[in-house]
């Protein structure tokens, strides 16, 4: 059955620091993949999306890599500040259209 | 613009109860789903709809229905509550289906069901 792991429950790091957050996924055939965003009591906010055939994609602090032969997406945080602090969820799309989401991981950025 | 809006906020049901969840965006998107988030899990896919009048099952579909009779809504019923439907439930819109194109959520509903 199609499966989504993200790295770990929980990430704590040092502001300034960078942070890498990682999505596996196996038995799927994503068309894309997003990252996405979520504080407590609310829903997801998109941070970015990638394609099946791009490798890195970028947006001011943050970047998202993607390797479908190790079937894993990257996500950084560079410079990061305790603002950044929240849970980030992945999630693939096939190609039918239907999105699956990991379960998050929950990044805590110390000042 | 609201975006997607979700009401009510909060609900607490009794087993056997039924209600509707409902759900509004207001930026003519074609794509609308619905998503239940336990605790510490992700966001597992209900039903969703790919425009007005069409609405299919995603991975958790029992217990909860769905109807589309215009762009705008998206409303859940949930025909007889079960402490099992006790989750944070999130709608969702996006301007296509199977595209590459972010989903705009709401702010969630906290059911309780006891």
């Known amino acids: 059955s199609q499966k989504i792991e993200q790295n770990s429950e929980a990430l704590n790091i040092q502001e300034g620091k960078t942070a890498t957050l990682t999505c596996n996924y196996t038995n799927y055939s994503p068309a894309y993949l997003q990252w996405y965003r979520q504080d407590p009591g609310r829903g997801p906010v998109f941070l970015l999306l990638?394609?099946?055939?791009?490798k890195e994609k970028r947006k001011e602090r943050l970047k998202v890599t993607f390797d479908t032969t190790l079937k894993q997406s990257l996500f950084h945080i560079t410079a990061s500040q305790p603002a950044d602090s929240a849970t980030y969820l992945c999630?693939?799309?096939?190609?039918?259209?239907?999105?699956?989401f990991g379960d998050g991981t929950t990044l805590t950025v110390k000042p | 613009n609201a975006g997607v809006t979700q009401t009510p906020k909060f609900q607490v049901l009794k087993t056997g109860q039924s209600m509707t969840l409902q759900c509004a965006q207001d930026m003519n998107h074609e794509y609308m789903s619905w998503y239940r988030q336990d605790p510490g899990m992700g966001l597992r896919l209900i039903h969703y709809?790919?425009?007005?009048?069409?609405?299919d099952q995603g991975e958790v579909p029992n217990g909860y229905n769905v109807s589309r009779s215009t762009t705008e809504d998206f409303p859940l019923r949930l025909l007889s509550a079960a402490p099992s439907q006790t989750s944070v439930y999130f709608c969702?819109?996006?301007?296509?289906?199977?595209?590459?194109?972010?989903?705009?959520f709401g702010q969630g509903t906290r059911l309780t069901v006891v």
């Open positions: 990638i394609r099946e055939n791009e």
């Open positions: 969702a819109s996006s301007p296509e289906f199977r595209g590459a194109t972010e989903a705009f």
């Open positions: 709809s790919v425009g007005a009048g069409i609405t």
């Open positions: 999630a693939l799309e096939d190609n039918a259209g239907k999105s699956t």
